[in-house]
């Protein structure tokens, strides 16, 4: 009897081993344990914050107190945030089809300079993509301080000026997107160049064969050809322009009456600086949805495109 | 550092070895010695960090502690920055330099420091009363005034300039070594200076943007008019008459403002004097002293002064830090007598003579040590600049407002917003200042 029960708890131990080796060759299990280190990684810089913060945005300004959507509510009903809403939208919007209309340009341009030269140029294009932002706008507020100007001192002799670059809405709003699509556009010029290289040359003859002008070339073959490129490019650019700060921090801080203000700038003057946290948490995150929506509906469309090739 | 549990025997122990500190300097022993970190503001002033690490090394080797100094800057905000983390992770330094709003802010996380200033104010005489404004919160307070950072952002005025095209000897009104004989140094006077200079192509570089100097110099303009958005109730007041005429006088001086000024931040102004491109900022002597070692010639022409008087008084822009200990402190008798030793009056004057005389220190009977009769060119450059014949009321921005609309009326620019609205944008009157009230009520939510 003792040796039946022996033999079938060896047995059963066996099995557990068996099942474990089993589970360990799986194919997912293996592809998880690998990605498990990236998992942590992203929950721990990326979930955990983000729920902190939907924790934070639904405190009370105190933070005694869970208010549940309240601090949306007041911001709803703030002339100042619509505004930093309408600022933010034209900010990313203008800023990304400018970029991208430059990068466009300039890939082609770049697509046609032969070998060696063209390694040079984009070497040299890529510079304000690479130069750290905060840097690079600290330059950009030289050239456009009252005394120091050289935007000035280079428009005075044509009688022009001195134009309050900084200090008036307008123009504040145009610097602040003239910097960024200087930072960004390599960007777009890079990937779309990519994505040129990888039209094939062949369609280019057989057009040319063909009679097609170099606008049709460009129309009918090379836009179709970079669809999915320019969807992905301009989806993680305008995530990560309406998200922007530093630009506008260096720059303008907001200024002048808060007509420069983006949403992270915004949250910053609320959340840091006049010490209500909550608030500031509140405004961080009302884009999450509609950039999420945003985001679903350009992937979905090119996971579509792609099955259909 | 982990968060400690604020119970009743705890802050029974602290109170009474906060008492023994009082009655006698602090012991080294079992439960005082140890590990002490504490943040300091990282100086504008070359070298001014140096007289506040000696003077705390030298604590700590005397009582034993190991002390760690980090030096923050406030370039980009990193302090505002650190103390609103440390506050959040109940975790960091155990002193930390904090923001003149700061006291009001973390108060429900800072160890009151009465037993601490009760013996200074003995020593050192009376805190200035926007220093009790800000530091002494709930009739208690909760940081001790730090001397490092402390600055009047009065007129820093070109000599030369003011004379040639104003017609006012400067110097004459504020004479180094003497008392002010400036009655004539009213806001009229300021004006029409202004607009003199303005001509001559030297304008008087004030920002109207939303940092600290072009707030701190809207805000004591509209005090000399006796002109508060919120009063000390927390009530709106910012329809009353006093704040439009406040804004008349604005739009007045605005006309003589750079047509940038509501983009200045605190360093437009600077680059603008060292340029020599205006006859008058409203600065502490960093501007001077940046001068003094790139333009020599300008800074041999400046002098530093009081404010110009209004209807209601004459205000000069004052803010002050705090040294404050966050009540997760691991080691409160330490950091207590820390502070206590950095404020004893040769340390400060350690300090304001490190800085050049850009420090001012918080307490009355400091404000007339040599260096500010003696620092220059030109010689007395700075003498008026620590106040020291109460001759203006030290005033910060939003108040008497209670601190927490105050600070939210600071740092948002509320009245420069409304000066840039009605001075520059010609919105009209009743709108200005139906859109502050209606900001106002915002910052009031709880």
């Known amino acids: ?309 | 550092m982990t968060a400690r549990k604020v119970t009743r025997r705890f802050v029974a122990k602290t109170a009474a070895a906060s008492s023994a500190l009082v009655a006698a300097p602090f012991v080294r022993g079992a439960f005082a010695a140890g590990k002490l970190s504490i943040g300091f503001w990282d100086h504008w002033v070359p070298g001014a960090n140096k007289a506040v690490e000696a003077a705390s090394k030298a604590w700590a080797e005397k009582e034993k502690v190991d002390l760690s100094i980090d030096f923050i800057t406030s370039q980009g905000n990193k302090l505002i920055i650190t103390a609103a983390a440390e506050s959040q992770a109940k975790s960091g330094h155990d002193i930390l330099a904090f923001g003149s709003w700061d006291p009001a802010r973390y108060s429900d996380q800072l160890v009151p420091v009465d037993d601490i200033m009760a013996p200074l104010i003995k020593a050192n005489g009376e805190a200035s009363a926007i220093t009790q404004y800000l530091g002494k919160i709930g009739g208690k307070w909760l940081g001790v005034p730090g001397t490092p950072g402390a600055q009047f952002k009065g007129p820093c005025s070109r000599i030369d300039l003011l004379k040639e095209h104003a017609g006012i000897d400067i110097q004459a009104l504020y004479p180094a070594g003497g008392p002010p004989k400036a009655d004539s140094w009213t806001l009229d006077a300021f004006l029409k200076a202004a607009g003199a200079c303005h001509k001559a192509g030297v304008p008087f570089a004030i920002g109207l943007g939303t940092t600290a100097d072009s707030v701190d110099t809207c805000g004591a303009i509209f005090q000399s008019f006796g002109a508060a958005v919120v009063n000390a109730k927390g009530e709106i007041t910012v329809k009353s008459d006093k704040v439009k005429q406040a804004l008349e006088y604005w739009k007045q001086l605005v006309a003589f403002l750079p047509p940038d000024a509501p983009s200045y931040d605190d360093a437009t102004n600077n680059r603008a004097f060292v340029a020599g491109k205006t006859a008058l900022i409203m600065n502490p002597p960093s501007a001077w002293a940046v001068a003094r070692r790139d333009q020599p010639k300008i800074a041999e022409q400046t002098w530093h002064h009081g404010m110009a008087a209004g209807p209601a008084g004459r205000y000069g822009p004052f803010t002050t830090p705090f040294w404050g200990i966050w009540n997760f402190s691991k080691n409160q008798p330490a950091a207590k007598s820390l502070l206590t030793a950095l404020s004893q009056a040769p340390a400060i004057e350690e300090m304001v003579k490190a800085s050049a005389g850009y420090d001012i220190p918080a307490f009355a009977n400091l404000t007339t040590m040599k260096v500010w009769a003696e620092e220059g060119p030109p010689k007395g450059t700075l003498y008026h600049y620590p106040n020291p014949f109460n001759h203006q009321i030290l005033s910060i921005a939003a108040a008497p407002a209670p601190h927490k609309i105050a600070v939210q009326i600071y740092r948002h620019g509320l009245e420069t917003q409304m000066v840039v609205r009605y001075a520059i944008r010609g919105e009209p009157m009743d709108r200005v200042l139906g859109w502050a009230a209606s900001e106002l009520e915002g910052y009031m939510r709880t």
């Open chain 1, 1 to 309: 009897m003792a040796d039946t029960a022996l033999r079938v708890s060896a047995a059963s131990s066996a099995d557990k081993r068996s099942g474990l080796q089993k589970l360990m060759q799986r194919k997912s299990t293996i592809a998880f344990l690998m990605t498990l280190p990236l998992i942590v990684l992203i929950f721990t810089l990326v979930a955990y914050p983000a729920g902190y913060a939907l924790y934070l945005a639904m405190l009370n300004k105190a933070m005694t107190k869970f208010v549940w959507f309240k601090n949306f509510d007041f911001l709803f009903s703030r002339d100042t945030f619509w505004m930093v809403v309408w600022q933010s939208c034209l900010f990313a919007i203008s800023a990304v089809v400018f970029k991208a209309f430059i990068g466009f340009v300039v890939a082609h341009l770049v697509n046609n300079i032969p070998g060696k030269k063209q390694r040079k140029w984009r070497g040299m294009l890529l510079v304000p993509w690479v130069i750290p932002a905060a840097m690079s706008t600290l330059s950009w507020l030289w050239l456009f301080d009252s005394s120091y100007s050289a935007f000035n001192w280079l428009l005075e002799p044509l009688g022009i000026g001195p134009i309050p670059w900084l200090g008036e809405t307008g123009w504040a709003r145009f610097c602040v997107i003239l910097v960024n699509v200087w930072i960004g556009a390599p960007f777009f010029m890079i990937m779309y160049l990519a994505a040129l290289k990888s039209v094939p040359e062949q369609l280019h003859e057989a057009a040319e064969i063909d009679g097609a002008s170099w606008w049709q070339r460009i129309w009918y073959i090379n836009l179709p050809m970079m669809r999915n490129i320019i969807a992905i490019t301009a989806l993680f650019s305008t995530i990560l322009t309406f998200a922007n700060f530093d630009i506008v921090r260096v720059l303008t801080r907001g200024d002048p009456l808060n007509t420069t203000h983006l949403f992270a700038t915004w949250a910053f003057r609320l959340g840091i600086e006049s010490g209500d946290i909550p608030l500031g948490a509140a405004v961080s995150l009302f884009m999450v949805p509609i950039l999420a929506v945003g985001a679903t509906i350009i992937l979905r469309d090119i996971n579509k495109r792609g099955s259909e090739v």
